[in-house]
Each structure stands twice: as structure tokens, then as C-alpha cells.
């Protein structure tokens, strides 16, 4: 055997060593966080001139049934206003919800699941007891990034859009939070095993009932309901796979 036929399988492991470091290098250089992005439709809704606080209102209740176990995860249930053609209308004028405070403490957002309504203030605080960063981003179509702010500094946002947001970190990888923006105060939240809502103090008037889920597993739900004056109306919620 010629001396360069013994060095052909030296060749080949340091061949091997250089991809190995290679690939390992490259997984240093790459972004720490890439979260798969959630698309969501987003809604921007006209408020028109009319005011909640005017309006003579009514509740709407009802009961969820589910075909199969249901996952222990919030469902949203809310209310779209609408036009005299049965498309979304005018939804009012209402006072926004007060801001609420969202934590980046130990590294996670607290809290990590929110319903918003429309036109809502959230300040997300980098509230840290060392000296750590921290950056705000969204994904789907209600999209931000509030950049990277150091300890006790706070970055705000209004969502003037209605859908789902999944919210992030740039810096950490498993800093992850989820947020629905109704599209008015007319919603009711379904926690854990929950089957029953009520949704009070709603402006008179024709709406199309909607269902969100945190973690979709069953076809989301639609059907009409006329709210009246004084009135409950009561409505059955199927959700089927």
C-alpha cells in the first residue's frame, strides 16, 4: 500500500471534523428565537358615531356542548354588529378596557393569555431583577416589534385591530404568550371545563355570535342573535370536529 493510499482515510476524517465544526459554528451565528409564526385574521371595524352608553341593552346566554372531550383551554365567545345588509356594521363607541400590565419576570410573560378588546392599552414591563433585556414582538397578520428595552424600562401598545396575536421574544427562545382582541366589550370567556356563558350589557340590536379557540380542535361556531331591549336571549353553541 502506497503512502497516499494510507492517507486517503486521514483525509476523510478531517474532512468529517471540518463539517462538524462548520455546522456547529453556524449554530452559534443563527438567531436564538425563531418561533413558528400564527396567522390570524385580523379585523379593523368601524365604530360609527353611536354610543354604548346610550343604547338600550339586553344578554345574551347560552350553553356549549361539545362532540367530544374538549381540551382544557379557554374559548372566547363574542358578539360582531351587524348592518342592515347582515355584514359586519358599526360597532359603537365604548370606553376601552383599562391597560393591563404584562410582566417579563423570570423570563416569561405574565400573563401568558389575554382577551383584549379592541382599542385596549398593554404595556408589556421588563421588570427583571438583574440586569437583563428583553424585546416584544407579534406575529400574523396584528404584527409589531417593540424592540429591545433593558431593565425598568416598558414599552406600550394599543390593538386597534381584532384577531389573534402570538406574542414573543427575540432574545428567549421559550418566552411565548397568546392574546385574542375582540372586536367589542360584547365577549365571554370559557375557561377550562366550562360550558355555560352569559354576555351582559349589550347594545339592542342584530349581531352574528362567533367562537375563538386557544387551542383549536373542534370547527369554530357561527349563528345569528337578535338582542333586545330588557330581553335575554338564549342561544345553544355546538361545537363539532
Known amino acids: 500500500m502506497t503512502s497516499t493510499m494510507r492517507k486517503l482515510p486521514l483525509l476523510g476524517v478531517a474532512l468529517a471534523v471540518t463539517v462538524v465544526a462548520t455546522v456547529a459554528i453556524k449554530a452559534q451565528l443563527a438567531p436564538a428565537h425563531l418561533p413558528k409564526p400564527v396567522y390570524a385574521k385580523s379585523v379593523a371595524y368601524k365604530d360609527g358615531e353611536w354610543k354604548w352608553a346610550d343604547a338600550k341593552k339586553g344578554t345574551v346566554k347560552g350553553t356549549v356542548n361539545f362532540s367530544t372531550r374538549r381540551p382544557q383551554q379557554p374559548i372566547v365567545i363574542y358578539l360582531v354588529r351587524q348592518g342592515e345588509d347582515g355584514k359586519p356594521g358599526e360597532q359603537g363607541v365604548y370606553d376601552a378596557p383599562a391597560e393591563i400590565e404584562v410582566s417579563q419576570s423570570g423570563g416569561k410573560f405574565e400573563p401568558s393569555f389575554a382577551v383584549l378588546v379592541r382599542k385596549q392599552k398593554v404595556k408589556f ?117
Open 125 to 241: 414591563l421588563n421588570d427583571e431583577e438583574k440586569e437583563i433585556s428583553h424585546n416584544v414582538y407579534f406575529l400574523g397578520d396584528i404584527e409589531a416589534d417593540l424592540g429591545i428595552f433593558d431593565q425598568g424600562e416598558s414599552r406600550e401598545h394599543d390593538f386597534e385591530e381584532a384577531g389573534e396575536v402570538s406574542v414573543h421574544c427575540s432574545i428567549h427562545k421559550r418566552m411565548d404568550a397568546k392574546f385574542y382582541v375582540a372586536p367589542s366589550p360584547a365577549f365571554a370567556l370559557l375557561e377550562a371545563d366550562a360550558s355555560t356563558f352569559e354576555i351582559k350589557n349589550v347594545p339592542a340590536g342584530k349581531y352574528t355570535l362567533h367562537t375563538w379557540q386557544k387551542q383549536k380542535r373542534f370547527k369554530d361556531f357561527e349563528t345569528t342573535v337578535e338582542v333586545t331591549d330588557g330581553g335575554t336571549t338564549s342561544v345553544t353553541v355546538e361545537m363539532a370536529r
